[in-house]
């Protein structure tokens, strides 16, 4: 009986608030880091994609490729595989971001949105859109190039009051 009244207090214990916040914290920490790792084996893969799509069709031989020295698919395929990659650091970026000190950066998330959105567009083919998921785009980059500058200008707010 003594031991099941030991395991109620320890249970207790670990439930009190500044244990239980402790507790939630180094989960927190534990699932960033996993996620940190994820990323860079994400980041490592989109890497080497774009380096195998490059060289398979820029660096073969014309008896590989047929359309040697021409661009055999279409620019902006490559400038999303770039931004892929581009957009794979920034979210690396908020991880690290976080692990540092501990706070989701919101300037650092609508960038990285920003980023993906753009590369919506680059890759876009206005053929196959509609009017509608045109708009829905626009008013996407609106909102979030309004939230940055908001961010931005609330940040800079700060840092002069803070010199002051």
Same mark, same amino acid.
């Given at each position: 009986?003594?031991?099941?009244?030991?395991?109620?207090?320890?249970?207790?214990?670990?439930? &009190?608030?500044?244990?239980?916040?402790?507790?939630?914290?180094?989960?927190?920490?534990?699932?960033?880091?996993?996620?940190?790792?994820?990323?860079?084996?994400?980041?490592?893969?989109?890497?080497?994609?774009?380096?195998?799509?490059?060289?398979?069709?820029?660096?073969?031989?014309?008896?590989?490729?047929?359309?040697?020295?021409?661009?055999?698919?279409?620019?902006?395929?490559?400038?999303?595989?770039?931004?892929?990659?581009?957009?794979?650091?920034?979210?690396?970026?908020?991880?690290?971001?976080?692990?540092?000190?501990?706070?989701? &950066?919101?300037?650092?998330?609508?960038?990285?949105?920003?980023?993906?959105?753009?590369?919506?567009?680059?890759?876009?083919?206005?053929?196959?859109?509609?009017?509608?998921?045109?708009?829905?785009?626009?008013?996407?980059?609106?909102?979030?190039?309004?939230?940055?500058?908001?961010?931005?200008?609330?940040?800079?707010?700060?840092?002069?009051?803070?010199?002051?």
């Amino acid at each position: 009986m003594s031991s099941l009244r030991r395991l109620t207090r320890m249970i207790r214990d670990r439930f &009190q608030d500044d244990n239980f916040l402790e507790t939630l914290s180094g989960v927190e920490v534990l699932v960033s880091k996993v996620l940190s790792i994820a990323m860079i084996l994400v980041i490592l893969v989109a890497v080497y994609n774009l380096t195998i799509f490059l060289v398979r069709d820029f660096l073969i031989p014309e008896v590989m490729s047929p359309d040697f020295g021409r661009f055999s698919v279409s620019l902006f395929k490559i400038f999303g595989l770039f931004l892929n990659v581009l957009i794979a650091l920034e979210i690396l970026e908020n991880i690290t971001a976080y692990l540092k000190k501990h706070v989701i &950066q919101v300037e650092l998330v609508i960038v990285t949105s920003l980023i993906a959105v753009a590369r919506k567009i680059i890759i876009l083919d206005l053929d196959q859109k509609t009017a509608l998921e045109l708009i829905g785009l626009a008013f996407a980059i609106f909102a979030l190039a309004s939230s940055y500058w908001i961010v931005r200008h609330v940040a800079r707010k700060s840092d002069d009051s803070n010199l002051h």
